[in-house]
C-alpha cells in the first residue's frame, strides 16, 4: 500500500514536499513514480526513481523546480517541489511499479496511491 501526504494550499513561487509512504511490504526493488492529475485529464508523469536511487527522471515541466528521493530505511520516496506555478495545482499519486512502466495510466503500475491535493494560488 502506498500513502501520500504533505499535499496542501500554497501560493505561487512556494514550496512543499510529498511523502509516498510504503506500507505491507518492502518497495526497496520497485520504481517509484508520482504523476498528478487534474478534473477531465489522464494523468501525466511528474518524477520517478529507481530502486537504487541513483536513476531519476523528470517531466520537462517541472525539471529544475522539483526533486525526487527515497529513504529505503523509512519505505518513503519524497518528492520536493520549490518554485511552484498555478499550473502545478492537481492531485499527485505515487505509483510503484517492477519494472518502467510503458504509460501513466493506473493500469501501467502494479501499486497507485490514494493522492493528495497541490493547490498553488496566485
Known amino acids: 500500500q502506498l500513502v501520500e501526504s504533505g499535499g496542501g494550499l500554497v501560493q505561487a513561487g512556494g514550496s512543499l514536499t510529498l511523502s509516498c509512504a510504503a506500507s505491507?511490504?518492502?518497495?526497496?526493488?520497485?520504481?517509484i513514480s508520482w504523476l498528478r492529475q487534474v478534473p477531465g485529464k489522464q494523468p501525466d508523469f511528474v518524477a520517478r526513481?529507481?530502486?537504487?536511487?541513483?536513476?531519476?527522471n523528470y517531466a520537462d515541466t517541472v525539471k529544475g523546480r522539483f526533486t525526487i528521493t527515497r529513504d529505503h530505511a523509512k519505505n518513503t520516496v519524497y518528492l520536493q517541489m520549490n518554485s511552484l506555478k498555478t499550473e502545478d495545482t492537481a492531485v499527485y499519486y505515487c505509483?510503484?511499479?517492477?519494472?518502467?512502466?510503458?504509460?501513466?495510466?493506473?493500469?501501467?503500475?502494479?501499486?497507485w496511491g490514494q493522492g493528495t491535493q497541490v493547490t498553488v494560488s496566485i
Open positions: 526513481i529507481t530502486w537504487s536511487g541513483i536513476n531519476t
Open positions: 505491507g511490504g518492502t518497495f526497496s526493488d520497485y520504481v
Open positions: 505509483a510503484a511499479s517492477r519494472q518502467l512502466p510503458m504509460g501513466y495510466s493506473r493500469g501501467d503500475y502494479d501499486y
